[in-house]
């Protein structure tokens, strides 16, 4: 299989990870290499990726001595945008060939701030102004209050990137969100999007609750939820993006947010390791994964082409399936962006306190 295929078939493919040695190494995991070699042309962090980066890493040593009397916050800012703006230089040539579609690299604000609206804005704009680099996005999470946040990001001019999204009805509120600002942008032509819709962790929820019935009927639905959720969202992708509201926004520049596809590690092992990549290729579409799923692709992923157009009265008869079984997939998807907000939350206070003791030693 070649990533090419992947390509072909409309999907971008981004790296779900960064760490500064990632940047600078010269290996065949190298961020350089990837880039050559591995079809890679975006990246993506979040505060667990930095946590792991940083936390105990040699390559960072240097910069938390020379910093003893900044804050934790203030350091922890530092380390994160100077390995971002870094990223940023490496894709700048694909981001000039593909006109600002790829050659992304994401960044997140603070997760503390995902119920905090006006707290949100002012980090966006700082982080864009610190890394001062056009192939930046900004991660913010699709909560309730990060909605109205993706509109002024927006409307500033600010390339956005909306995480942490699980229900179709949502990815329709950030769609909305997203046209919002761009209809207050002075130049939408300069600003790109992608929403960033969750695979894996649905499967993981849906499948606890379908062990707890051994009918036939729930052991067939085993691992259908996840990509039947994305299937039906990129349905919504088709139609959002091709309304008379889109089309007046196309005749002033404007460019469509593309649904990326997160979380496509594959938690299961008895399942195959590529199908969060395989049965999600569409035109459009940004596939950001973590390093084991990547080689797996490069490895023995069989691409078919477009796996998702068409596809979406089947994923409609899985979720009435689910609801048959009394398996509420809204339910379901409520509780995993609290739980997601939280565990992001969680490894930003590990890193930034991995960072304190490391500052004070």
Same mark, same amino acid.
């Given at each position: 299989?070649?990533?090419?295929?992947?390509? =072909?078939?409309?999907?971008?493919?981004?790296?779900?990870?960064?760490?500064?040695?990632?940047? &600078?190494?010269?290996?065949?995991?190298?961020?350089?290499? $990837?880039?050559?070699?591995?079809? @890679?042309?975006? @990246?993506?962090?979040?505060?667990?990726?930095?946590? +792991?980066?940083?936390? *105990?890493?040699?390559?960072?040593?240097?910069?938390?001595?020379?910093?003893?009397? /900044?804050?934790?916050?203030?350091? #922890? =800012?530092?380390?994160? &945008? %100077? %390995?971002?703006?870094?990223?940023?230089?490496?894709?700048?040539?694909?981001?000039?060939?593909?006109?600002?579609?790829? *050659?992304?690299?994401? !960044?997140?604000?603070?997760?503390?701030? +995902?119920? %905090? &609206?006006? /707290?949100?804005?002012?980090?966006?704009?700082?982080?864009?102004?610190? #890394?001062?680099?056009?192939?930046?996005? #900004? =991660?913010?999470? +699709?909560?309730?209050? *990060?909605?109205?946040? !993706? &509109?002024?990001? @927006?409307?500033?001019?600010?390339?956005?990137? @909306?995480?942490? !999204?699980?229900?179709?009805? $949502?990815?329709? /509120?950030?769609?909305?969100?997203?046209?919002?600002?761009?209809?207050?942008?002075?130049?939408?032509?300069?600003?790109?999007?992608?929403?960033?819709?969750?695979?894996? $962790?649905?499967?993981?929820?849906?499948?606890?609750?379908?062990?707890?019935?051994?009918?036939e009927a729930a052991q067939a639905l085993m691992g259908k939820a996840a990509i039947a959720n994305a299937h039906l969202a990129y349905q919504l992708f088709e139609e959002k993006f091709s309304s008379t509201r889109w089309m007046e926004l196309e005749k002033r520049g404007a460019n469509k947010q593309r649904p990326l596809w997160a979380s496509t590690g594959v938690k299961d092992p008895t399942y195959d390791d590529t199908r969060y990549v395989v049965e999600l290729i569409a035109p459009h579409t940004v596939n950001t994964m973590p390093q084991s799923t990547l080689d797996a692709v490069i490895d023995h992923g069989v691409i078919r082409g477009d796996t998702v157009t068409g596809n979406y009265a089947a994923a409609v008869d899985v979720l009435k399936a689910l609801s048959a079984l009394n398996i509420s997939l809204d339910s379901v998807t409520t509780d995993l962006e609290i739980d997601g907000v939280k565990k992001f939350a969680q490894a930003w206070t590990e890193l930034l306190e991995n960072v304190k003791v490391a500052q004070q030693g």
């Open positions: 299989m070649s990533v090419h295929d992947v390509s =072909k078939g409309g999907t971008s493919i981004w790296l779900d990870d960064l760490s500064r040695a990632k940047i &600078t190494g010269s290996d065949s995991h190298s961020l350089p290499a $990837r880039i050559a070699d591995s079809g @890679v042309v975006g @990246v993506t962090t979040n505060p667990s990726i930095f946590s +792991a980066a940083i936390s *105990g890493a040699k390559e960072y040593a240097a910069d938390i001595a020379s910093m003893k009397t /900044a804050s934790v916050d203030e350091l #922890i =800012k530092k380390l994160t &945008t %100077d %390995d971002v703006r870094a990223a940023c230089d490496l894709f700048k040539d694909i981001y000039s060939q593909t006109k600002g579609v790829d *050659g992304r690299v994401s !960044i997140e604000v603070d997760p503390r701030l +995902a119920h %905090d &609206t006006a /707290a949100t804005i002012a980090a966006g704009r700082e982080l864009w102004a610190i #890394i001062d680099r056009p192939n930046l996005m #900004i =991660k913010v999470p +699709a909560t309730v209050e *990060g909605l109205p946040a !993706i &509109t002024e990001l @927006v409307a500033a001019g600010i390339s956005v990137n @909306v995480t942490l !999204i699980f229900s179709v009805k $949502r990815y329709g /509120a950030v769609i909305d969100a997203y046209m919002a600002g761009v209809e207050k942008a002075d130049n939408p032509s300069h600003v790109h999007s992608v929403a960033s819709f969750f695979i894996s $962790r649905i499967d993981s929820a849906v499948d606890a609750l379908l062990k707890k019935d051994s009918s």
